[in-house]
């Protein structure tokens, strides 16, 4: 079984650019999350789908970060404009159910740096 | 608000000793721990869960033990191998929060052959 996939898996850019990251879950997994993971802390949700479907958003940054899940498969992450606080790695996670008791997969995460 | 917190940022031990990693958390609303294992490159992967309705649940070398009194919980590796050698993080949802996890800061574990 394949798993979560990403990409990039890299990206240096410049304060006030754009960039944007890609996911592509487990197949049949409903359920679709991105966390941001600062150096020496734990992930933190920024966003969670159920299908094509907004379920939390409570801890993202929605002047500057927007995220999209299209025919309820893949999404992407987009970050305008980025800041210097923005570096971190993004992780795209998929589950079954909604519900945590089916544990999330983590994909291998895109490295963001910006200068 | 840190939520729950890993006190020990690395622990070093022996190949074929026990490896005790700690974790404590605040919200009380929390029902259900988890524990991840990150390599370095990768995504964290799930380990072993516990609901708080239990207090411990054992998976070969892996036990994690829940004290709900003191908003504590541990993960046991015995014996442990230098392939155990990673980033392990607490995560714990609550029953108001959907399926969303707070996560720990992470514990770096070095097994030394």
């Known amino acids: 079984e394949a798993g979560v996939a990403q990409s990039p898996r890299y990206k240096i850019i410049e304060k006030r650019q754009s960039v944007a990251f890609w996911c592509n879950p487990i197949?049949?997994?409903?359920?679709l999350y991105w966390y941001q993971q600062i150096l020496g802390q734990g992930p933190k949700l920024l966003i969670q789908f159920q299908n094509n479907g907004v379920v939390d958003d409570s801890q993202l940054p929605k002047d500057r970060f927007s995220a999209e899940r299209l025919k309820g498969v893949d999404s992407t992450l987009k970050i305008q404009p980025a800041k210097l606080e923005d570096s971190a790695v993004y992780l795209c996670?998929?589950?079954?159910?909604?519900?945590?008791?089916?544990?999330?997969?983590f994909g291998p995460g895109t490295r963001l740096t910006v200068l | 608000d840190q939520q729950v917190k890993q006190n020990s940022p690395s622990l070093s031990v022996q190949e074929g000793r026990i490896s005790i990693l700690n974790c404590d958390y605040t919200n009380s609303m929390f029902d259900y721990f988890l524990w991840y294992k990150k390599y370095p490159a990768e995504g964290p992967t799930f380990l072993i869960s516990i609901s708080s309705i239990k207090d411990k649940n054992e998976d070969g070398r892996f036990t994690v033990f829940l004290n709900k009194s003191a908003k504590h919980l541990s993960l046991h590796i015995v014996p442990s191998q230098p392939g155990d050698s990673a980033v392990y993080f607490c995560?714990?949802?609550?029953?108001?929060?959907?399926?969303?996890?707070?996560f720990g800061e992470g514990t770096q574990l070095t097994v030394n052959p």
């Open positions: 996670a998929s589950s079954f159910y909604r519900t945590v008791y089916n544990e999330q997969f």
């Open positions: 197949s049949g997994h409903a359920t």
């Open positions: 995560a714990a949802r609550g029953e108001t929060s959907g399926s969303r996890l707070t």
